[in-house]
């Protein structure tokens, strides 16, 4: 079978920064932060003060009460991206159902439902449980919710693989519409993991940063660097074979043109030390990809701001592509947006195409000091760097050992 060309036509985003993906694009090309003091919930007992959270959404805006019951918050911002999207798009009404996917996931999913629903019923009874609750926590029922709002009736594929989660939602969808089994698919994550749960437990085992300062707290590939910075929010976007989005007069983004999936077998948390298989990922990516040799390149990576992610990702980069990786401007956008877990990697990707399509990467903002180990460029000016890319490679690993890479090529 002849495989099929695949563009993005559409995205939706819900951050830290802003309740859109435009208004979230231009503040990060301005090095604006979206970490503040944590106001979800009481911090006096945690050693972690700050986060990345959606800041002033009122669901009451875009559901009405009864809707807002049975929606965990990861589920409304969810389908609050995924509507931009689809709208951007113009997809609806123009796709025969049964070719229509939906490849949504999250890390977390409901964690605050499961929260909740624990104390509720340890101070009130089973009786008063919500009714709800299980598919409000269900990981599965974004895909789901996304499916039937859109009479998306091709495959709905909840992805789960930690922090590359929606890296592989977009990985995968690629691969389908490639193959002709299915013409759009809907793909993404949502995260609402700012609660004191899942932060709580992120603390203990000494994943988080402890600074105060949220200037000074996600900090990828700065020698200061000391944790991760918890985020959350959604990123969606509409990937679609190629001669379907012309024939119906779709704006293009970019092709996707490259993915690979591997598992590093080693260690529950700690990448592979010689990042093996995060090398091997970038490497199926770019063997799809056939990158030429005078192709422009623009990384936006992982970059968590861990001591190991960092300095093992860049020793990656460099092993796949040799010298040429200090000709590639680097970025990550987790210094401004902090850590959207099973949500980032989807909106890294919308980060890569709107590079593509702007001629602009965003800065790594915040750093300050180098590290003799990671000694790329990482785009470090605070504000965004005019560079025409022609391709944008986006990597994400997950808990487990998951490695993730995807490949945009500009659209011509």
């Given at each position: 079978?002849?495989?099929?060309?695949?563009?993005?036509?559409?995205?939706?985003?819900?951050?830290?920064?802003?309740?859109?993906?435009?208004?979230?694009?231009?503040?990060?090309?301005?090095?604006?932060?979206?970490?503040?003091?944590?106001?979800?919930?009481?911090?006096?007992?945690?050693?972690?003060?700050?986060?990345?959270?959606v800041k002033d959404f009122d669901p009451l805006k875009h559901f009405d009460a009864s809707e807002i019951r049975k929606l965990d918050r990861f589920l409304q911002y969810c389908l609050v991206a995924t509507k931009e999207a689809?709208?951007?798009?113009?997809?609806?009404?123009?796709?025969?159902?049964?070719?229509?996917?939906?490849?949504?996931?999250?890390?977390?999913?409901?964690?605050?439902t499961i929260m909740d629903s624990s104390y509720t019923i340890r101070d009130r009874g089973p009786s008063r449980v919500n009714p709800a609750a299980v598919c409000m926590q269900a990981i599965n029922l974004a895909a789901g919710q996304v499916a039937i709002k859109y009479n998306a009736k091709g495959a709905a594929l909840p992805v789960?693989?930690?922090?590359?989660?929606?890296?592989?939602?977009?990985?995968?969808?690629?691969?389908?519409?490639?193959?002709?089994?299915?013409?759009?698919?809907?793909?993404?994550?949502?995260?609402?993991?700012?609660?004191?749960?899942?932060?709580?437990?992120?603390?203990?085992?000494?994943?988080?940063?402890?600074?105060?300062?949220?200037?000074?707290?996600?900090?990828?590939?700065?020698?200061?660097?000391?944790?991760?910075?918890?985020?959350?929010?959604?990123?969606?976007?509409?990937?679609?074979?190629?001669?379907?989005?012309?024939?119906?007069?779709?704006?293009?983004?970019?092709?996707?043109v490259g993915y690979g999936n591997t598992c590093d077998a080693f260690h529950i948390t700690a990448p592979h030390p010689e990042g093996e298989g995060l090398v091997r990922a970038?490497?199926?990516?770019?063997?799809?990809?056939?990158?030429?040799?005078?192709?422009?390149?623009?990384?936006?990576?992982?970059?968590?701001?861990?001591?190991?992610?960092?300095k093992i990702e860049t020793t990656a980069f460099k092993t796949v592509f040799g010298k040429r990786a200090y000709s590639m401007p680097c970025s990550s956008t987790k210094s401004a947006l902090g850590h959207m877990l099973g949500a980032t990697g989807a909106m890294e990707a919308l980060v890569c195409a709107k590079a593509l399509q702007s001629g602009k990467v965003p800065p790594t903002i915040n750093y300050k000091e180098a590290d003799p180990e990671c000694d790329l460029d990482y785009v470090t000016e605070g504000k965004a760097r005019t560079f025409a890319a022609d391709v944008a490679l986006s990597t994400n690993a997950g808990f487990g050992g998951h490695n993730c890479a995807l490949m945009f090529r500009r659209f011509k």
């Amino acid at each position: 079978m002849k495989t099929r060309r695949v563009v993005i036509t559409g995205i939706g985003a819900l951050t830290a920064l802003a309740h859109n993906a435009a208004d979230t694009w231009n503040k990060l090309l301005a090095g604006e932060c979206g970490i503040k003091p944590v106001v979800k919930f009481d911090t006096a007992d945690f050693k972690v003060k700050v986060a990345a959270e959606v800041k002033d959404f009122d669901p009451l805006k875009h559901f009405d009460a009864s809707e807002i019951r049975k929606l965990d918050r990861f589920l409304q911002y969810c389908l609050v991206a995924t509507k931009e999207a689809v709208a951007d798009s113009g997809i609806e009404g123009k796709i025969t159902p049964e070719k229509f996917g939906v490849y949504i996931g999250s890390g977390q999913g409901g964690f605050e439902t499961i929260m909740d629903s624990s104390y509720t019923i340890r101070d009130r009874g089973p009786s008063r449980v919500n009714p709800a609750a299980v598919c409000m926590q269900a990981i599965n029922l974004a895909a789901g919710q996304v499916a039937i709002k859109y009479n998306a009736k091709g495959a709905a594929l909840p992805v789960v693989t930690a922090c590359a989660t929606s890296a592989n939602c977009i990985g995968e969808a690629f691969w389908a519409i490639r193959d002709g089994r299915q013409d759009a698919i809907i793909a993404g994550g949502s995260e609402a993991g700012v609660i004191a749960l899942c932060m709580a437990g992120f603390q203990n085992m000494y994943a988080l940063s402890r600074s105060e300062d949220p200037n000074a707290a996600s900090l990828p590939f700065d020698k200061r660097r000391a944790g991760f910075v918890m985020g959350e929010g959604a990123a969606i976007l509409i990937l679609e074979e190629l001669e379907h989005a012309k024939t119906r007069g779709a704006k293009i983004y970019c092709e996707v043109v490259g993915y690979g999936n591997t598992c590093d077998a080693f260690h529950i948390t700690a990448p592979h030390p010689e990042g093996e298989g995060l090398v091997r990922a970038i490497k199926l990516a770019a063997e799809t990809a056939e990158i030429g040799d005078g192709e422009k390149v623009y990384i936006n990576a992982h970059g968590t701001g861990t001591e190991l992610n960092d300095k093992i990702e860049t020793t990656a980069f460099k092993t796949v592509f040799g010298k040429r990786a200090y000709s590639m401007p680097c970025s990550s956008t987790k210094s401004a947006l902090g850590h959207m877990l099973g949500a980032t990697g989807a909106m890294e990707a919308l980060v890569c195409a709107k590079a593509l399509q702007s001629g602009k990467v965003p800065p790594t903002i915040n750093y300050k000091e180098a590290d003799p180990e990671c000694d790329l460029d990482y785009v470090t000016e605070g504000k965004a760097r005019t560079f025409a890319a022609d391709v944008a490679l986006s990597t994400n690993a997950g808990f487990g050992g998951h490695n993730c890479a995807l490949m945009f090529r500009r659209f011509k």
